[in-house]
C-alpha cells in the first residue's frame, strides 16, 4: 500500500474557480504534513505546511483530518499563475513520502 | 543567497559507468535527502542524511551510494547504472528531518543511461 494516495488529475478549471485537493496517507505515526507547488519540472518549492487546527494563506486553505488521515488544500478565486502540479508530502519518522501530484490549469 | 545546488544538470551516459551528482547546500542545514521523480510515481526518496556521517536508506535506495563527510554537501553515487535509473533528480535540505521544517530543493538533475 501506497504511504500517500492522491488523485492526479488533472483538474481543470475556469479563473475563479475553487478547486480542492485530497491526499491519503496510511501511516498513522506520520507527523508533520505539506503541500508543495512544482511548475512543470521544475524543483518543488513548499506552498504550506498543514497543521491540526488548519491554516489559511491567501486563497489557500490547508487543512488536516487525523482520523480519516487525509490532508486537503482549497485555492479560492483561482489565477492563470496558479497553474502548476500540487504535492502533498508527509513526514513519517524522518522519511518524507510525496503523493504523485495532482496537476492543475486555470483556464482564462 | 541560500540555495542548494546540484551538478550536474544534465547527464546523459551509458549503462555500467559510474557517476557521482554532486549537491551542496549554503544553509548550514542537517538533514539532506535525495529523491527520484518518475511520471505516475511520484517523488520517491532515495536516501537522506540526518546529519554528517548519518545516512539512511528511503524507499528505493537499490543502485545507489551517498556519503556525508561534510555538512555542506552529499553526493549521490551510482557505482553502474542502468537504464532503470534515467529520472530526474532532486536533492533537498531543511534544518532537521523531523516537525515542520521546510525541505529546500535543488534545481534537479536529469539523467539518461542508455
Known amino acids: 500500500r501506497k504511504e500517500v494516495e492522491q488523485d492526479p488529475g488533472p483538474f481543470n478549471v475556469p479563473e475563479g474557480a475553487t478547486v480542492a485537493f485530497n491526499c491519503t496517507y496510511s501511516?498513522?505515526?506520520?507527523?508533520?504534513f505539506f503541500w508543495y507547488r512544482q511548475d512543470c519540472r521544475k524543483e518543488p518549492k513548499l506552498l504550506m505546511s498543514?497543521?491540526?487546527s488548519g491554516n489559511e494563506d491567501g486563497r489557500f486553505t490547508a487543512q488536516l483530518n487525523r482520523a480519516s488521515q487525509y490532508i486537503s488544500l482549497l485555492i479560492r478565486d483561482s489565477k492563470l499563475s496558479d497553474s502548476a502540479t500540487y504535492l502533498c508530502?508527509?513526514?513519517?519518522?524522518?522519511?518524507?513520502?510525496f503523493g504523485t501530484g495532482t496537476s492543475l490549469t486555470v483556464i482564462p | 543567497e541560500a540555495q542548494v545546488t546540484q551538478n550536474p544538470r544534465y547527464l546523459i551516459t551509458v549503462t555500467g559507468k559510474k557517476l557521482t551528482v554532486t549537491c551542496s547546500q549554503n544553509?548550514?542545514?542537517?538533514?539532506m535527502s535525495w529523491y527520484r521523480q518518475d511520471p505516475g510515481l511520484g517523488l520517491r526518496q532515495i536516501y537522506y542524511?540526518?546529519?554528517?556521517?548519518?545516512?539512511d536508506k528511503g524507499d528505493v535506495p537499490e543502485g545507489y551510494k551517498v556519503s556525508r563527510k561534510e555538512k555542506r554537501n552529499f553526493p549521490l553515487i551510482l557505482e553502474s547504472p542502468s537504464p532503470n535509473q534515467t529520472s530526474l533528480y532532486f536533492c533537498?535540505?531543511?534544518?532537521?528531518?523531523?516537525?515542520?521544517?521546510?525541505?529546500?530543493f535543488g534545481p534537479g538533475t536529469r539523467l539518461t543511461v542508455l
Open positions: 533537498a535540505s531543511s534544518l532537521n528531518g523531523v516537525s515542520y521544517n521546510e525541505q529546500f
Open positions: 501511516n498513522s505515526a506520520s507527523q508533520s
Open positions: 498543514v497543521y491540526s
Open positions: 508530502a508527509v513526514n513519517t519518522g524522518n522519511q518524507f513520502y
Open positions: 544553509m548550514n542545514h542537517e538533514y
Open positions: 542524511s540526518m546529519n554528517v556521517e548519518v545516512t
